[in-house]
């Protein structure tokens, strides 16, 4: 919507062209509000995540679903022109994931039994998730969609 938008009113344009700032205000009007601080961390700083699960163990209930407790820890940097960084704090949208293992004939594949984004605030956290199946392997960020530098402490294997 944003694009087609922005597209119409500026196709064919003439001097003065349009760039990154006037297409960032029709981003900015279809954002909604939970989500507006991605504008910033995405196209106008320089953001990285410090994301690492420390922890994941599952604990099978009575209806035979997991009960899947995550330890985390997420930091979110900002990096200035030298490359200096200082950790900021946030309170951002950060999708946890949950995977089971399923046989197939090439063998074991992880599938996802979980993924949904929770907001998490900066520093140390546990939360705890429901899934319908054993979980196998769990993390923060497990598809690596934001900047982290060391993206291979996201995920562990559970712990039953």
Known sequence: MALRR???ATAFQGPPYTNSIEFLSYIRDVVPEPYEYLIEDMFETVTLYDNRLENAVA???DDGRYQLGLTYQSH???ADGEGAETEIDHADWIEIGA???????EGAVEKPLYRQKHRLASGNGHIEIIVDERPTLAGIDP???LIDRFPD??????AH
Do not use: F
Request: no cysteine; charged share 45%; net charge positive.
């Open 143 to 145: 598809r690596n969609i």
């Open 99 to 105: 995977y089971g293992e399923t046989e197939l004939k």
């Open 76 to 78: 979110k940097l900002r």
């Open 153 to 158: 402490d996201n995920m562990k294997k559970v």
């Open 59 to 61: 604990i099978r209930m």
């Open 6 to 8: 922005y597209v119409k």
